[in-house]
C-alpha cells in the first residue's frame, strides 16, 4: 500500500501564510524527487516545486522568494511553507513522487496525493 497524505491547507487571507505537509506511507525506496503541483478552478494544473533526495530545491517563478519547500526524512515528509500568499494562489495543491527512480528518471508509477485546498481571500 503506497500512499501520499497531505494537509495543511485552509483559508487565508492575502499576505498571510501557510505551512502545507505530505507524508510518503509504503515506500520501499526513497531514491526520488518529490514535487508539488497545483490547479486552479478551470486552469490546468502546474508545477510549484521540487526537492531532490539530497536536498536540492526548485521553484517556478511565480512562487520563487514566496514559498519554501523543506523535508523531514526521519517523518518521511516533505512541507510547503507559503509566505505572502495571494489570491492567484488559490488552488488544490498536490504532491507527487515515483516509487523508483535512477539518474533522476523514473521508472515505476507516479503517485499523487488526494489534494488539499488553500484558498487566498480578503
Known amino acids: 500500500q503506497v500512499q501520499l497524505v497531505e494537509s495543511g491547507g485552509g483559508l487565508v487571507q492575502p499576505g498571510g501564510s501557510l505551512r502545507l505537509s505530505c507524508t510518503a506511507l509504503?515506500?520501499?525506496?526513497?531514491?526520488?524527487?518529490m514535487d508539488w503541483y497545483r490547479q486552479a478552478a478551470g486552469k490546468q494544473r502546474e508545477w510549484v516545486s521540487s526537492i531532490s533526495t539530497d536536498g536540492r530545491t526548485y521553484y517556478d517563478d511565480s512562487v520563487k522568494g514566496r514559498f519554501t519547500i523543506s523535508k523531514d526524512k526521519a517523518k518521511d515528509t516533505v512541507y510547503l511553507q507559503m509566505n505572502s500568499l495571494k489570491p492567484e494562489d488559490t488552488a488544490m495543491y498536490s504532491c507527487k513522487t515515483c516509487e523508483d527512480c535512477s539518474n533522476g528518471v523514473c521508472y515505476g508509477n507516479n503517485y499523487w496525493g488526494q489534494g488539499t485546498q488553500v484558498t487566498v481571500s480578503s
Open positions: 509504503g515506500f520501499t525506496s526513497n531514491t526520488c524527487v
